[in-house]
């Protein structure tokens, strides 16, 4: 079975930048949508950034024009990188891939996350 492996996680201060990656293993394949979810403690799971294998994507509003997400389609790799941050940001960062523009959270893959803290 396809597994995602998020990395890139860790402790940043506030304003400053990390770089997530996540690389799909164990099978080859290529998802037709990638992207990242978060979920801070005591909070639901929210989705911040998708983007398809052909370049279109979406932004949560609380990160536009801070975070990015970008991917390299020939080693089925999604990147999430994030400028600015705040301490609203710290969460634990997952990864999804699905075969539909559309997401479809309770089909699609997932990683099993990776934590970042943004501290003042």
């Known amino acids: 079975q396809v597994q995602l492996v998020e990395s890139g996680g860790g402790l940043v201060q506030v304003g400053g930048s990390l770089r997530l990656s996540c690389a799909a293993t164990?099978?080859?394949?290529?998802?037709?949508?990638m992207g990242w979810y978060r979920q801070a403690p005591g909070k639901q799971r929210d989705l911040v950034a998708l983007?398809?294998?052909?370049?279109?994507?979406y932004y949560a509003d609380s990160v536009k024009g801070r975070f990015t997400i970008s991917r390299d389609n020939a080693n089925n790799t999604v990147y999430l990188q994030m400028n600015s941050l705040k301490p609203e940001d710290t969460a634990v960062y997952y990864c999804?891939?699905?075969?539909?523009?559309?997401?479809?959270?309770?089909?699609?893959?997932w990683g099993q996350g990776t934590q970042v803290t943004v501290s003042s």
């Open positions: 983007i398809t294998r052909s370049g279109s994507f």
């Open positions: 999804t891939g699905g075969n539909t523009l559309f997401p479809n959270p309770g089909a699609d893959a």
């Open positions: 164990g099978s080859i394949i290529n998802f037709i949508r």
